[in-house]
């Protein structure tokens, strides 16, 4: 690895790692039965990883852009020039949605057309992360505002105002789990 900066995905009968060093950035590709390296990708600095729609989706925060790599063959396909800071990422829903840190959004991408399709203001500006579970998007932001919802069928977002704590999302069980100072279980809204 590059450093400790990054993010992993899990697609394709691999394990996709997105290591971040001084100044260069590095997709490593490993066997997901066996964990033996498959590929090393050289490509612009990226941090956070998805997968799906056959491909490698890596947020650039460092260059706004959105990076796809064809998981047949391991090249760079599409180049998605995004709003300021995309990190956080997920699929769900037919898109690829990328939490963009710097401007406060959340980025809807057409897969068929590597186009933004919606953008969808948030308000967040720190830390967090992106899920789709429970029939929703979820987004979580360390300043203020630790759960975001967005209706996929609308995209329209809501807000739940709380204690500032969100980090890491996962769903499950019935509920949304965020990390943070503590491990938190909501039990998902509905939609009103």
């Known amino acids: 690895m590059l450093g400790s900066e990054g993010s992993v995905g899990l697609g394709e009968g691999s394990l996709w790692v997105a290591t971040v060093g001084v100044g260069k950035s590095l997709l490593l590709r490993y066997d997901s039965a066996t964990g033996a390296e498959q590929a090393r990708i050289s490509m612009p600095l990226g941090h956070g990883v998805t997968v799906a729609f056959g491909s490698v989706w890596v947020t650039g925060a460092a260059k706004d852009q959105l990076y796809r790599i064809d998981a047949a063959t391991n090249e760079l396909v599409a180049t998605i020039n995004l709003g300021a800071g995309p990190v956080f990422i997920t699929a769900g829903f037919g898109s690829i949605w990328v939490v963009e840190l710097r401007d406060g959004v959340v980025q809807r991408i057409d897969p068929e057309t590597n186009a933004v ?76």
């Open 117 to 192: 399709i919606a953008t969808i203001a948030t308000g967040g500006h720190r830390g967090g992360d992106i899920i789709a579970g429970g029939g929703y998007v979820w987004a979580s932001y360390y300043d203020g505002l630790p759960l975001v919802q967005i209706n996929p069928k609308t995209n329209q977002s809501q807000i739940y105002a709380g204690t500032g704590f969100g980090d890491g999302l996962a769903s499950g069980a019935g509920s949304i789990w965020i990390s943070g100072r503590t491990i938190a279980r909501i039990s998902p809204p509905t939609w009103r």
